[in-house]
């Protein structure tokens, strides 16, 4: 009698992975993750960099219709973006600059009127501080331990930082200006011409979706800044402008960009207006914004092939927040993007 078995005829025998093959795959997604947040340094350039390349490689081959040498097209993009990123900067950077200087005074001002909110609460905890004097609990000595400040802290991130943005922005402009040369590699690697024209495709899928994604994306942000600017504006709240230039780079984030947001214009409002309810109407204003942009702009200008699951991109989102951060927040969506095309 033979052993083993029998084969199932159609099925290849290794079409069912068993338990030693699940423990090999969950052993090689804990060391990618462990390699992906232990070399946060060296991955995050390259995926962001890779990243652009893909986002800005529609426009390098338009501009090439036009005559125009990969190379040169390359320096055109990064002219034109760096150019309206510095124009961002700079509209902002004279408010930003006084908001700072004057920021000690503004988080007293705002601190006394959030502890005015909250005084109703205060009765509590003087009742429940009294209970604890009166059943004897002696308050526990508290060690106190000098942590750096901030500006310690920036300064020691400062050059990392600024190291990973020229190595990103060096190698997203060498992947543009190489022109059509990645797409010869990757269909000069694979086997089989059915294989090389998948590989091609998935790549040309992910440039188009990635591009109508960020273009997108920036050109309904840009809409919400020029609204939340109008409605800091017309309830009298400082730096309209800022507000504006604030509201379009949070809205990048998912989900805690605009909370972000519908925090500042609240405590903001706290400190200028007269009340709290007076506080809360442009804040409500905000939030009916962005809800209006999340759930009928977006889904219409993206269409139904960008659109994602909501849990899969909240997940998505947590998973790169954590392990690269900020940088992981902005990248969230992008790869996400990327893996639904593959």
């Known amino acids: ?54 986002v800005f490689s529609p426009v390098r081959r338009a501009l090439g219709f036009l005559g125009i040498p990969p190379v040169f097209a390359a320096s055109l993009i990064f002219i034109v973006g760096l150019g309206l990123l510095a124009a961002l900067i700079y509209a902002a950077s004279g408010t930003l600059a006084a908001r700072i200087e004057n920021a000690p005074e503004l988080m007293e001002r705002a601190e006394r009127e959030v502890r005015q909110l909250l005084g109703s609460v205060q009765p509590v905890l003087d009742a429940t501080e009294k209970i604890s004097e009166m059943t004897g609990d002696q308050a526990e000595e508290a060690v106190l331990i000098r942590q750096p400040g901030l500006m310690s802290l920036a300064a020691k991130a400062t050059p990392a930082v600024f190291g990973e943005i020229i190595i990103t922005l060096t190698l997203a402009f060498f992947l543009i200006a190489s022109g059509d040369l990645f797409y010869e590699k990757l269909v000069q690697i694979m086997p089989t011409f059915k294989d090389k024209r998948r590989a091609l495709q998935i790549a040309r899928d992910i440039e188009e979706q990635l591009s109508n994604y960020l273009f997108t994306i920036s050109v309904i942000n840009a ?113 996400l993007l990327s893996l639904k095309v593959i």
């Not at 030693?20 to 340094?41: D, E, H, K, R, T």
């Not at 109008?230 to 009298?236: D, N």
């Not at 500042?264 to 007076?278: E, N």
């Open 223 to 335: 809409v919400v800044a020029v609204l939340v600017g109008l409605t800091a504006w017309a309830f009298g709240l400082p730096d309209p402008v800022l507000f504006g230039v604030a509201a379009f780079l949070l809205n990048f984030i998912p989900y805690l960009g605009p909370l972000a947001g519908f925090a500042i214009m609240f405590v903001t409002g706290l400190v200028v207006l007269d009340s709290p309810f007076a506080a809360l109407a442009p804040t409500f204003i905000y939030w009916v914004i962005n809800t209006l942009e999340g759930q009928i702009a977006t889904p219409i200008l993206l269409g139904r092939r960008l659109q994602m699951n909501a849990v899969v991109v909240f997940v998505s989102f947590a998973v790169w927040a954590w392990l690269w951060s900020f940088m992981g927040m902005l990248l969230a969506t992008p790869i």
């Open 1 to 54: 009698m033979p052993s083993g078995d029998p084969a199932i005829p159609g099925k290849p025998p290794d079409a069912d992975l068993g338990p030693s093959n699940w423990a090999l795959i969950g052993i090689f997604l804990i060391m990618a993750f462990g390699a992906l947040s232990v070399a946060q340094g060296l991955f995050v350039p390259l995926v962001t960099a890779l990243m652009l390349a893909l």
